[in-house]
Nanobody, 118 residues
Framework: QVQLVESGGGVVQPGGSLRLSCAAS????????MGWYRQAPGKQRDLVAA???????NYADSVKGRFTISRENAKNTVYLHMNNLKPEDTAVYYC????????????WGQGTQVTVSS
């Protein structure tokens, strides 16, 4: 019943910017911590950024100072603003939801491709 739908991926040049969006449905959005993960070909899926229901954020060292995660609870949406993109940022980016209130649960979106190339 829980659905996470990512959008905003695309092809950009190094130094460019993108904003990813993840629209959630089928759940009480404020009960979930939200996150963005990415997976490049042949590599593991790794955490990029996360934000709790209270707005506390955490970032991978490789994206600190360049990426910003935010959430708009009234729209059931989490965002990832990506600035100064580098070729090594190329990956499929996945939205993640983890329930923080009551019973546990983890959900994933289908992913959106981000390609950084000149």
């Amino acid at each position: 019943q829980v659905q996470l739908v990512e959008s905003g991926g695309g092809v950009v040049q190094p130094g460019g910017s993108l904003r990813l969006s993840c629209a959630a449905s089928g759940m009480t959005f404020s009960n979930y911590a939200m996150g963005w993960y990415r997976q490049a070909p042949g590599k593991q899926r790794d955490l990029v950024a996360a934000i709790t229901s209270g707005g506390i954020t955490n970032y991978a060292d490789s994206v600190k100072g360049r990426f910003t995660i935010s959430r708009e609870n009234a729209k059931n949406t989490v965002y990832l603003h990506m600035n100064n993109l580098k070729p090594e940022d190329t990956a499929v980016y996945y939205c993640n939801a983890r329930r923080q209130v009551g019973w546990s649960g983890t959900y994933w979106g289908q992913g959106t491709q981000v390609t950084v190339s000149s």
